[in-house]
């Protein structure tokens, strides 16, 4: 069975796979020239740029960064709040999370 992500991820990494295309374009170096700045095989910086969600966030990352691309790095990550709306900066954690005990 092949990976299916989850389409917020699919939409996240085909968005910065079509912006690390257009500015490695704008600066006129080809896909070998760019994979061979961020130390991988063309073909998975093809993949880089289709958006393929099996590569690596480093990798996608490393591309955004040689390219000066350093504020879209920034929101690779999580939200800024989480799905029940609480900002993810402002939210006290526990030390420790267990189990929850089994009512019999």
Do not use: C, H
């Amino acid at each position: 069975m092949k990976f299916r992500p989850l389409p917020p991820l699919e939409n996240a990494m085909k968005r910065a796979g079509e912006n690390i295309e257009i500015a490695r374009k704008r600066r006129q170096w080809t896909e070998a020239m760019m994979a061979e700045r961020i130390g991988v095989s063309r073909k998975t910086y093809a993949k880089i740029e289709s958006g393929d969600p099996s590569v690596s966030w480093g990798a996608v990352a490393f591309a955004l960064f040689v390219l000066g691309m350093t504020e879209q790095i920034e929101n690779l990550g999580a939200p800024e709040k989480d799905p029940t709306g609480l900002r993810l900066s402002e939210d006290r954690l526990p030390k420790r999370v267990r189990r929850p005990r089994r009512r019999d």
